[in-house]
C-alpha cells in the first residue's frame, strides 16, 4: 500500500538584486525561486487546492469526496474515510459517498461495515447498479455463490451492458470449477468493454493448455492494454516456454525484471538454459539473480547446484543441496542430491 507523503512546504525568498531599479520581471523571480526551493509536488498542489477551498465553503461535500478520492489515491485511507463521515453527515442522500466509503473498508478487509455501506446505498438509491455489483463481491468473497450471482443478475437486470457484472460472473463460475461458463462470462465482459484487461487475463490463463493460440492472443491484448504488466509479460512469456518458443518466452522475462526484478522471471530463464539448452554457467547466472532477489529461494539453490553437479564442481553442488536442507531439512531430492556429491 503506498504511503501519502506530507511533505512541508518550504518559504520562497525573493531577493531582490537589480542595481539600477532594484525590480526583476515575473520570470526572474521565478527563476530564483525554483534555484532556492523544490517545485511542490502534484499531490500537495491538488491537496493545497482543496484546503484552500474548504476554508471557504466547509459544508461543500463535493469538495470532501475529491479530497476522499485523493487520499485513496495516495493509501491514506483512513483520511480517506474521515471525509467521507464529514459528507454523508452533510448530506446522507448521496449513493456515491456509500459507494467510495464500501471500497475504501474492502480494501481494509473490512467486509461487514462495508456490506452496511453498500445496504445504506441501496437505501437512498434501489435502482443502484454499482451498489449490486460490489454486493455480489462481497458475497463471492464469503463464497455465498448463490448470492453473488443473485447480485450480478439483479445488476445486468438494470444494466444489460455492464462489463464488470459479467467479469463477476465469470469468477464466480471460476470458483466454481465451472470453467465453460467462465469463459462465456468473461468473453460478454469484453464485448461489453473491449480494454477489460483483467478479463484478458482471466481468458489466457483458461486457454493456456488449449492447442489454439487463443491464450496467446488474449494475453497480448493485456499487454496492449498495459503494455507494463508484469502479470501479462511474464504469463506470454511462461505460455511461449511451454511450447519451446525460448526466445520469445525470454524477450517478455527480460522485459519484465527491467521494470521490476523479481524472482520467478530469473528462475525460469535459469531453467531453460538449464533444462532445455544445457548452457549450465547461463543457468547458474540466472539462478543467482534469482537467489539474490530471494534469499530463501529453495527451488534455485537446488537447481543450481544440480547445474554446478553437471559442471563437475562438487563444492559448490554440496554447499547448494545443504542451503536447501538448512531451509527444509525434509527436502528428499536436495539429501539424495547431496549423497551423490560427497
Known amino acids: 500500500?503506498?504511503?501519502l507523503l506530507l511533505l512541508s512546504c518550504l518559504i520562497c525568498v525573493i531577493i531582490a538584486c537589480n542595481n539600477s531599479t532594484n525590480n526583476q520581471s515575473a520570470d526572474e523571480n521565478a527563476e530564483n525561486n525554483n534555484a532556492v526551493n523544490p517545485a511542490l509536488t502534484e499531490e500537495e498542489l491538488a491537496f493545497k487546492e482543496i484546503?484552500?477551498?474548504l476554508k471557504n465553503d466547509v459544508n461543500n461535500t463535493g469538495l470532501y469526496l475529491k479530497r476522499a478520492r485523493l487520499y485513496q489515491k495516495y493509501g491514506d485511507y483512513n483520511a480517506a474515510i474521515n471525509d467521507l463521515n464529514r459528507a454523508i453527515k452533510i448530506d446522507s442522500l448521496i449513493p456515491e459517498f456509500y459507494l467510495l466509503k464500501a471500497e475504501l473498508l474492502k480494501t481494509q478487509s473490512?467486509?461487514?461495515?462495508?456490506?452496511?455501506m453498500l445496504d445504506k446505498c441501496m437505501y437512498v438509491d434501489n435502482d443502484n447498479v454499482q451498489a449490486r455489483v460490489e454486493l455480489g463481491w462481497l458475497a463471492l468473497y464469503t463464497y455465498n455463490y448463490k448470492q453473488a450471482l443473485d447480485y450480478a443478475d439483479a445488476a445486468l437486470k438494470r444494466d444489460m451492458y455492464n462489463a464488470e457484472a459479467y467479469y463477476l460472473k465469470g469468477m464466480i463460475f471460476l470458483d466454481k470449477k465451472d470453467t465453460a461458463l467462465a469463459k462465456s462470462s468473461f468473453k460478454t465482459a469484453i464485448e461489453q468493454e473491449n480494454d477489460y484487461y483483467n478479463a484478458y487475463i482471466q481468458l489466457g490463463v483458461l486457454y493456456f493448455n488449449d492447442d489454439s493460440n487463443l491464450s496467446e492472443g488474449y494475453f497480448k491484448n493485456a499487454l496492449r492494454i498495459?503494455?507494463?504488466s508484469l502479470e501479462a509479460l511474464y504469463n506470454i512469456g511462461l505460455y511461449y516456454q511451454e511450447r519451446g518458443e525460448y526466445e520469445k518466452a525470454m524477450e517478455h522475462y527480460q522485459k519484465s525484471i527491467a521494470i521490476q526484478p523479481y524472482r520467478e522471471p530469473y528462475f525460469n530463464m535459469g531453467y531453460i538454459h538449464h533444462e532445455y539448452l544445457q548452457e549450465y554457467e547461463k543457468a547458474v547466472e540466472y539462478y543467482t539473480k534469482a537467489i539474490n532477489v530471494e534469499p530463501k529461494y529453495i527451488d534455485a539453490y537446488y537447481n543450481r547446484g544440480l547445474?554446478?553437479?553437471l559442471m563437475k564442481d562438487r563444492k559448490k553442488a554440496k554447499a547448494d543441496f545443504k542451503k536447501v536442507l538448512e531451509f527444509n531439512p525434509t527436502h528428499t531430492n536436495a539429501?539424495?542430491?547431496l549423497e551423490r556429491v560427497f
Do not use: G
Request: glycine letters at 0%; proline letters at 5%; aromatic letters at 10%.
Open 51 to 53: 484546503n484552500e477551498q
Open 226 to 228: 498495459d503494455p507494463n
Open 1 to 3: 500500500m503506498k504511503q
Open 335 to 337: 539429501a539424495k542430491a
Open 110 to 116: 473490512n467486509y461487514k461495515e462495508a456490506k452496511n
Open 307 to 309: 547445474c554446478y553437479e
